[in-house]
């Protein structure tokens, strides 16, 4: 059974810092997509960055207002996927998912993915 689990969420003041991490078990972490997406109040769920691991190569993704200030990386050794979110903004707040593709090996938003963990609140205060 695919289960993932994220953690690592909080509340941190603009500008400030979070490593969400997202373990992962139940299939062989080898080739996969796992992405993170984010849902704030009254909004759509979100793709946010996503990783792709696929015949030993790696491809990433993110988010356009993220990028530069977010890192997706992933230890296969631990089957486990992080996101380092830096200079933290009030619009970052949300609670943030992970979810894994391991079918065609490429996130492609919300409806593509296969398996969901629960999700993490982050809270960034202004």
């Known amino acids: 059974e695919v289960q993932l689990q994220a953690s690592g969420g909080g509340l941190v003041q603009a500008g400030g810092s979070l490593r969400l991490s997202c373990a992962a078990s139940?299939?062989?972490?080898?080739?996969?997509?796992i992405g993170w997406f984010r849902q704030a109040p009254g909004k759509k769920r979100e793709e946010v960055s996503c990783?792709?691991?696929?015949?030993?190569?790696?491809?990433?993704y993110y988010t356009d207002s993220v990028k530069g200030r977010f890192t997706i990386s992933s230890d296969n050794a631990n089957n486990t996927v992080y996101l380092q979110m830096n200079s933290l903004k009030p619009d970052d707040t949300g609670v943030y998912y992970c979810?894994?593709?391991?079918?065609?090996?490429?996130?492609?938003?919300?409806?593509?993915?296969?398996?969901w963990g629960k999700g993490t609140q982050v809270t960034v205060s202004s």
């Open positions: 139940g299939f062989t972490f080898v080739d996969y997509a």
């Open positions: 990783i792709s691991n696929r015949d030993g190569s790696t491809d990433t």
């Open positions: 979810a894994a593709e391991l079918g065609l090996l490429y996130c492609s938003g919300p409806a593509g993915m296969d398996y």
